[in-house]
T-cell receptor, first 113, second 112 residues
Framework: DTAVSQTPKYLVTQMGNDKSIKCEQN?????MYWYKQDSKKFLKIMFS???????INETVPNRFSPKSPDKAHLNLHINSLELGDSAVYFC????????????FGEGSWLTVV | KQEVTQIPAALSVPEGENLVLNCSFT??????LQWFRQDPGKGLTSLLL?????REQTSGRLNASLDKSSGRSTLYIAASQPGDSATYLC???????????FGKGTKLTVNP
């Protein structure tokens, strides 16, 4: 069973479109994250949620809106996509009491054309 | 500013060699430090997590050390194998912020 799963894995879309990436974890973790890996492979946090509450918002344009319907899900919606949004988006989860080992999904490759 | 640096960006070694990957971080008041492995087209796999109170962690052929006073961590890989070829990322968390700050990684190639 996949611990952290995200869909879609690949997404090609035109500038100006709105798209969503979904993430689910079956580890019983209380914290979920979105990270972005750019073309230079640099990985940087975007958001984190703890028990459905937004904890971290790292100066991300407000075109990006995370939504956490429950502890096991954290979705990322992106409005008015721009060329610079092309990247790999990783979902991750962790549990504070477990030493905070973080588990990553396999990534969603977003290409904006 | 809290930053993580990994040098070199790439490393190529023959199979069987023992090797060390380096990670340095600003601000010695880290909460924990993790080493990850990333294979091409894949997500990250956590290898070792070192809490701020620990000096090292071991898993199989991997050993990670942490020296807060010098702002350094190393990942030691014994008897390297071609299957170890991947990008190794170091990430630090400060003050229980739940935010990992990543280095840019070291791309390791182990040649048969």
């Amino acid at each position: 069973d996949t611990a952290v799963s995200q869909t879609p894995k690949y997404l090609v879309t035109q500038m100006g479109n709105d798209k969503s990436i979904k993430c689910e974890q079956n580890l019983g973790h209380d914290t979920m994250y979105w990270y972005k890996q750019d073309s230079k492979k640099f990985l940087k946090i975007m958001f984190s949620y703890n028990n459905k509450e937004l904890i971290i918002n790292e100066t991300v344009p407000n075109r990006f809106s995370p939504k956490s319907p429950d502890k096991a899900h954290l979705n990322l919606h992106i409005n008015s996509l721009e060329l610079g949004d092309s990247a790999v988006y990783f979902c991750a989860s962790s549990h504070r009491d477990a030493g905070n080992t973080i588990y990553f999904g396999e990534g969603s490759w977003l290409t904006v054309v | 500013k809290q930053e993580v640096t990994q040098i070199p960006a790439a490393l190529s070694v023959p199979e069987g060699e023992n090797l060390v990957l380096n990670c340095s971080f600003t601000d010695s008041a880290i909460y924990n430090l993790q080493w990850f492995r990333q294979d091409p087209g894949k997500g990250l796999t956590s290898l070792l997590l070192i809490q701020s109170s620990q000096r090292e962690q071991t898993s199989g052929r991997l050993n990670a050390s942490l020296d807060k006073s010098s702002g350094r961590s190393t990942l030691y890989i014994a008897a390297s194998q071609p299957g170890d070829s991947a990008t190794y990322l170091c990430a630090a968390e400060w003050d229980g912020s739940e935010k990992l700050v990543f280095g840019k990684g070291t791309k390791l190639t182990v040649n048969p």
